[in-house]
C-alpha cells in the first residue's frame, strides 16, 4: 500500500534521504513510523512522527536522522545523516490511524500493527 525510495549505497559519513509515498493514506489523524531490519536481526522502530506533529527517535538515531512529512508532495521522509555500517538494512515506511501508537515507546511498535506498510528500500552503507 505505501511505496519507499531512496535507498541505495553509500560510504561511512555520508547522508541519504528516504522518501515513502502516502497519498493512499487519507485519515486526518495518524502515527507513521520509519522501521528497519538488518540481516539476522529483528525489525527495529527508528522514527515516528504523529499528526500533531510531534515526533520521536530510537536512540542510535537521535541527532542524525530526521523525520518529516510533506504535505505538498504527500510524502513521509527519512533524512538520515553521518551514516554508519550499523545502519545497513532495509527500511519500511508505515502508517497507521491509531496515533496513540507514536505515544508508545519505539522498542514496543510492532510494523506489521500499522494497517498500511511499505515493501522496503535497501540502504547499504560501506566503511
Known amino acids: 500500500q505505501l511505496a519507499e525510495s531512496g535507498g541505495g549505497s553509500v560510504q561511512a559519513g555520508g547522508s541519504l534521504r528516504l522518501s515513502c509515498g502516502v497519498s493512499?493514506?487519507?485519515?486526518?489523524?495518524?502515527?507513521m513510523a520509519w522501521f528497519r531490519q538488518a540481516p539476522g536481526k529483528e525489525r527495529e522502530g527508528v522514527a515516528v512522527?504523529?499528526?500533531?506533529?510531534?515526533?520521536n527517535y530510537a536512540d542510535f538515531v537521535k541527532g542524525r536522522f530526521t523525520i518529516s512529512k510533506d504535505n505538498t508532495k504527500n510524502t513521509l521522509d527519512l533524512q538520515m545523516e553521518t551514516l554508519n555500517a550499523a545502519d545497513s538494512a532495509m527500511y519500511y515506511c508505515?502508517?497507521?490511524?491509531?496515533?496513540?501508537?507514536?505515544?508508545?515507546?519505539?522498542?514496543?511498535?510492532?510494523?506489521?500493527?500499522?494497517?498500511?506498510r511499505g515493501r522496503g528500500t535497501q540502504v547499504a552503507v560501506s566503511s
Open positions: 508505515a502508517a497507521d490511524y491509531n496515533d496513540r501508537a507514536c505515544t508508545y515507546p519505539l522498542s514496543r511498535l510492532d510494523f506489521y500493527n500499522f494497517a498500511y
Open positions: 493512499t493514506f487519507t485519515y486526518t489523524r495518524y502515527c
Open positions: 512522527i504523529g499528526s500533531d506533529g510531534n515526533t
